[in-house]
């Protein structure tokens, strides 16, 4: 989605992989395909579209994903 763009680097998502059990539930549900699952984990594959929306914090079983949502 690299249409979707207001400034790089600026999100705060930080993904910890050691906590993800490769459920794929942040990349259903996120609206801008900031994740994929690669090798059984979740994978940042673009983080500058995220929007902090926090649809993958809510739907992580794990807690392996954080944002400060309106902070980016």
């Known amino acids: 989605m690299k249409e ?8 705060s998502l930080v993904l910890d992989k ?3 059990i490769g459920c794929g539930l942040c990349a259903e549900v996120c609206p801008h395909s900031v994740f994929e699952l690669q090798d059984q984990k979740a994978q940042l594959i673009d983080f500058n579209a995220c929007m902090e929306c926090g649809a ?9 994903i954080k944002v400060n949502p309106g902070v980016g």
């Open 18 to 20: 050691d906590k993800c």
């Open 56 to 64: 993958c914090v809510t739907n992580c079983p794990t807690d392996a």
């Open 4 to 11: 979707l763009r207001y400034l790089d680097d600026v999100s």
